[in-house]
């Protein structure tokens, strides 16, 4: 136990170890769970959203143990997330897969996937996030969607479930789903149209 707390930098161990939940930080309690998840050597860790209701100011710090686990213990991790700001912290050292509607639409490593982006949904979702410098934001153009509706879960469209939205959609489609394929050196997408949409030229 010791050295599990000093490993998740929960220091000194024996300060906490009568501690209960509601004595810890957020980001102490994340870490001793992240202390818990490694008691079994695990090889493959899923991380859902583990950071989203830890303070901002924490979160850094979490994701740093994390990469620190990956690199000594050699314990992969799945982290899902809907923060493209932690995801692209966290994804420097692995690879990114972006979902729409329950599938990959987009995979590859960092700077393919969020630096030269093929998926339309991809496209609209980095030209959405926030920049801090107003003259750079002042040059951005959102992707004009045809619809602002998500589909839910239970009513999700046939072919390409982004279709509805997708300001590229043709007839193929609605009809047949598009499967990943790999673009360039491991850059996969799934959409019909991949090789005629323009490249991202908003930032
Ligand atoms: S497959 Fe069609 S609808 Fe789906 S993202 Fe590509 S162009 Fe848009």
Known sequence: MEELLRIVGVIPPEYFFNKYPHHLSGGMRQRVVLARSIIPKPQFILADEPVSMVDASLRLSILD???????????????????????RYIARRGRIAVMYLGRIVETGVLADVFERPLH????????????????????????????????????????????????????????????????????????????????????
Not at 65 to 87: C, P, Q, S, W
Request: glycine share 4%; hydrophobic share 45%.
């Open 65 to 87: 143990l994390m990469m620190k686990l990956n690199r000594e213990l050699g314990v992969a991790f799945l982290y899902i997330t809907h923060d493209l700001a932690t995801a």
């Open 120 to 203: 339309p949904y991809l496209q609209a979702l980095l030209a959405a996030a926030p920049i801090p410098d107003p003259k750079v934001a002042k040059k951005r153009k959102a992707l004009p969607l045809k619809s602002l509706e998500v589909a839910g879960a239970d009513a999700i469209p046939i072919g390409c479930a982004f279709h509805p939205r997708c300001p590229y959609a043709k007839e193929i489609c609605a009809q047949e789903v598009p499967q990943l394929e790999d673009r360039e050196n491991g850059h996969l997408v799934a959409c019909h149209r991949a090789e005629v949409i323009p490249p991202w030229h908003l930032m």
